[in-house]
């Protein structure tokens, strides 16, 4: 009965021992959201935007935005798969894109026809450039019109 004891107690210490390891190195939201795609972070205190895409456009719901946290819901009501990118319009021009995708602020790849997703974002004032990216073979969907832009005001 004794040795019973020991091992119980042992094995107690053990598992003590790696939840508190695993405690010690837990991520605070701000270091989820560097290590995760931005869509998997969410923010009860963030405001919504519906944004819609659809061959061959991208219709968000205002076009004028105060800055702070934002969490754009964005729908595929198309046929084929898109993408949604968050950038500084200057990024990109419709000769340098093909092929380079610009330095996203944030970017949903890969949204199924019918799929909605969301991706949250802290938004300073600017212009910025909401986008699809995809090509295709020789179907390059920026090209077609895919890009829309927002104006964030303090």
Known sequence: ??????IAVALVVSLLTFVAACGED???????????NPHDVTDDSAREVAVTLNEWSVSPAV????AGKTTFVVTNSGRTVHEFVISEPQAVTDESHRGHEPDAGAAIENIQ????QRVTV???????????????????HYELGMRSTVNVAN
């Open 122 to 140: 802290d938004l300073e004032a600017g212009e910025y450039e909401l986008a699809c990216h995809v090509v295709e073979g020789s179907t390059d």
């Open 113 to 116: 026809p019918g799929e909605t």
């Open 63 to 66: 076009a004028q935005l105060e």
């Open 1 to 6: 009965m004794k040795r019973f004891r020991v």
């Open 26 to 36: 837990s991520l605070s939201p701000g270091d989820l959201h560097d290590r995760i």
